[in-house]
């Protein structure tokens, strides 16, 4: 089975950038889509950032100009590269994977989250 794996959170210091990679281990023969959400206690998930295969980016407004999604398609691998970061961006960020594999097709693939705190 797919199985997603995340690195990449920690603590930084207001202003400072991390980089969050999110790996498909497994089988995945179409990729649809990849999305990097985030969540704080007591708050609904949000969308961060989406990348569908083959179409531009779409980032939520509160990280347009700050954060960057990419992907690497040979390793089934979404990065999301967080820059000028803000006490407010603090929250656990999920990877979300829209895919087909040999097991059938998932619309709403998460992995289990990384911690990203920002704090001086």
């Known amino acids: 089975q797919v199985q997603l794996v995340e690195s990449g959170g920690g603590l930084v210091q207001p202003g400072g950038s991390l980089r969050l990679s999110c790996t498909a281990s497994?089988?995945?023969?179409?990729?649809?889509?990849m999305a990097w959400y985030r969540q704080v206690p007591g708050k609904q998930r949000e969308l961060v950032a989406n990348l569908f295969v083959g179409l531009s980016p779409h980032y939520a407004d509160f990280v347009k100009g700050r954060f960057t999604i990419s992907r690497d398609g040979t390793k089934n691998t979404v990065y999301l590269q967080m820059n000028s970061l803000e006490p407010e961006d603090t929250a656990v960020y999920y990877c979300?994977?829209?895919?087909?594999?040999?097991?059938?097709?998932?619309?709403?693939?998460w992995g289990q989250g990384t911690q990203v705190t920002v704090s001086s």
């Open positions: 979300n994977f829209d895919f087909c594999s040999d097991f059938g097709c998932f619309d709403d693939y």
């Open positions: 497994g089988s995945i023969s179409v990729l649809n889509a």
